[in-house]
């Protein structure tokens, strides 16, 4: 493994420097070298409270939640821009941001630019699924809210080639999500974007439905932006809500309190599956470095499983399998 | 109430006309008459067979799932058209199908036409959410893959007629599906609409997300055809799978079998709420008639709950103040 450290901007999130000084300091202990990125007295001041010690670069800025994406620009010193510029500099390995997203893409596609042949970069989430690894990848879940049929297939590739690299898939199925199994059913994205993948060389297996996404039809399922980031928040939107149901159907009565005494671990452990702060953040694809991108609600051990994640795709050989 | 049948197309679905034709007696025990529409010998064997008694309307063909849906116009003699023509004729107050859901939207466009003003009828789904009315209303779920901006506003209208009038919801909040609360988030598509939205005079409050739609932040959501089909079905196929998880984490250890003992009927009485079936069927909204599209898969349950629905809508006056 690289000695080369993971950047985190330890600024960006709902729960900055707190939570994201003590998720690197919980990646540090398991073995991945972090640097944080950001207001170095607030930083030291966290470092000393939570008793750790880890280098800081300092970034005089900050994009908040109230700024606009492309203020990355003006704000040349924000953490954000800061932490990928360290690994377009090769000095970090990768760069992880739970603050802002669209700021985080638009820095990583300012500063380390576009692998070449990929137009659009995509953001790739992970899902529970009955597939052998586990797992779904779903590929755009939000970088593009409007594309055209080839982008589909770049998406398709990049997600193929993360399942099989990252997730160690055996030549990964891909599928199109769509609102039947007929190729004659979708919108004309799809429609479109379909004749393009069956020639593709990937192993397309054909549209899946919403159905079908943790049902374990494919390991990867091609979608555009805007539908990919309704499927993902649904997703885990719903497991929350079924689980908060549970939860009160427990407490129901004294016979349903007793059992959940019971059942409670089992449960517990279900629960931690489908909680997004396992999977920690998402990876963008197609830019030319590794960019992870966390849910701003994330608290340390969300954090820490992004860098451990960011570590791991780094040190995948993903970026150059795709031309990075 | 009226005393007009609901007609059913006994002849589709995946388990006609056995689980048809025995949920027409469960609905017909429950006080809503019922006419069969199909074979007549195959539907009299039927209810000779369950011991039960209906009127049957004849209808010599059958739209199969691997026809068209536009072989409507050829098979003018399939179940679905006569069911539809009755509604036509004022000698049914609703048509239900659990076959070929584009032939039953075809049939219904072909015979019934659109409401004056209303280009493009939509389906409406209801799903489980933590509003007053236990559910939130998803339109459109399925009939038109690409929209207009226009055409959301449309569904809008709608949905929130629906849900007033038959749901009970008074004053029904509208939102509009996206990826971000943000007027600036979204897709073409939903920037264009949110603006038409705001001036529409509905009760509009704004962009709601994946994660926002069970949880209650809207009484009626508004997406495209092909979305809210993709919503639809992994809301459906999510909680099939939780379930399906949940069962088996449950059965891990001798301490959670017990524990599973105490909490089956607390689990169960949760799943039945999340079963699909328990809604049965989706109005087809927009044309002149009360028409509802049901799973092909639908159980008995499921067609005697979405003749049970069609009726009430037939007596809700919704129709009526949609224009038809």
Do not use: C
Not at 50 to 75: F, N, Q, S, Y
Not at 185 to 198: D, F, H, I, M
Not at 264 to 284: F, H, I, T
Request: glycine content about 10%; proline content about 5%; cysteine-free.
């Amino acid at each position: 493994m690289s000695a080369l450290p993971v950047a985190l901007d330890a600024m960006g999130g709902d729960h900055a420097p707190e939570e994201t000084v003590a998720g690197a300091l919980l990646a540090a202990r398991e073995g991945v070298p972090v640097v944080l990125v950001g207001d170095p007295d607030r930083l030291r001041a966290e470092l000393r409270r939570e008793g750790g010690e880890l280098p800081v670069v300092p970034a005089r800025e900050v994009i908040g939640m109230h700024d606009a994406a492309t203020d990355v620009r003006r704000k040349r010193d924000a953490s954000i821009n800061v932490a990928v510029r360290l690994v377009k500099e090769g000095r970090a390995r990768a760069a992880v941001s739970v603050g802002h997203s669209g700021a985080t893409m638009a820095a990583a596609l300012f500063l380390l630019g576009r692998i070449r042949g990929i137009e659009r970069p995509a953001i790739l989430a992970e899902l529970p699924a009955d597939t052998p690894a586990g797992k779904v990848h779903l590929i755009d879940a939000g970088a593009n809210a409007d594309v055209r049929p080839p982008h589909l297939v770049a998406f398709a590739r990049m997600g193929a080639a993360y399942a099989e690299r990252v997730s160690r898939v055996r030549s990964p199925r891909v599928g199109l999500l769509s609102i039947g199994e007929e190729p004659t059913k979708g919108n004309q994205l799809v429609l479109a974007a379909r004749p393009l993948l069956e020639k593709s060389g990937l192993r397309f297996v054909g549209n899946v439905e919403g159905r079908d996404l943790m049902e374990g039809k494919a390991d990867v399922v091609v979608t555009d932006g805007f539908t990919g980031n309704v499927v993902l928040k649904l997703a885990e939107g719903e497991a929350r809500t079924i689980f908060r149901w549970i939860k009160a159907a427990l407490a129901r009565d004294l016979r349903a309190k007793l059992g959940a005494l019971l059942v409670k671990d089992a449960l517990k452990a279900l629960a931690a599956r489908m909680d997004p702060a396992e999977y920690g953040a998402m990876p963008l694809l197609g830019v030319r470095g590794a960019v992870f991108i966390g849910h701003g609600a994330s608290d340390r051990r969300a954090v820490k499983n992004a860098i451990l994640r960011a570590s791991r795709l780094a040190d995948s050989g993903l970026l150059e399998a795709l031309g990075a």
